[in-house]
């Protein structure tokens, strides 16, 4: 069966969550590293790069529960930490490296199709604020833009299945 195929091949992608650079010459590829080998991790995940082209890593924990982020320490170790904790699946994961370093991540929590954002403030915590709380249904793009005082803010843009319209938040 297809179907089943499918999923142990999903299933098998998953066991290990890897990061793969490409070589100068882009021709091969170099030796996968291992950024989490805890259970399952990785069913979600986001990649971006900040100016100095370290690689930050948001993706969902063992089975989707919960958000992690991971940044190289550019010598093949991962600083992983935990950003959001659940018992359900944490999908539909974006992440952007503002102008000033600081990683922001936006994902679904599927139990109530909250859409969350959350960044790292200048204590190294993770401050979380839900962007809308019913009705979202997936796929989400963000990028920071700038509010009324010119400071960073984030525009997020998704689909929201209680009126099947797009809705554009800022």
């Known amino acids: 069966n297809g179907g089943v195929l499918m999923k142990k091949a999903l299933v098998l992608a998953a066991l290990v969550l890897v990061v793969s650079l490409p070589c ?40 989707g529960n919960g958000v992690y982020y991971a940044v190289s320490d550019g010598q093949g170790a991962w600083n992983i930490e935990a950003v959001y904790t659940a018992n359900y699946d944490c999908d539909f994961i974006r992440m952007l490296i503002d102008e000033f370093g600081v990683p922001h991540i936006a994902y679904r929590y599927s139990y109530n199709n909250r859409l969350s954002w959350v960044y790292k403030d200048a204590g190294g915590s993770w401050v979380s604020t839900t962007i809308t709380s019913g009705g979202y249904t997936g796929h989400v793009s963000f990028v920071m833009g700038e509010d009324a005082l010119g400071n960073p803010s984030p525009h997020f843009v998704c689909q929201n299945s209680s009126n ?7």
């Open 24 to 63: 100068a010459s882009s021709a091969q590829w170099n030796t996968p590293q291992i950024v989490d080998d805890s259970g399952s991790p990785g069913t979600y995940t986001a990649l971006v790069h900040d100016s100095e082209g370290i690689p930050h890593i948001a993706y969902s924990g063992t089975g």
């Open 164 to 170: 099947n319209l797009v809705h554009y938040y800022y």
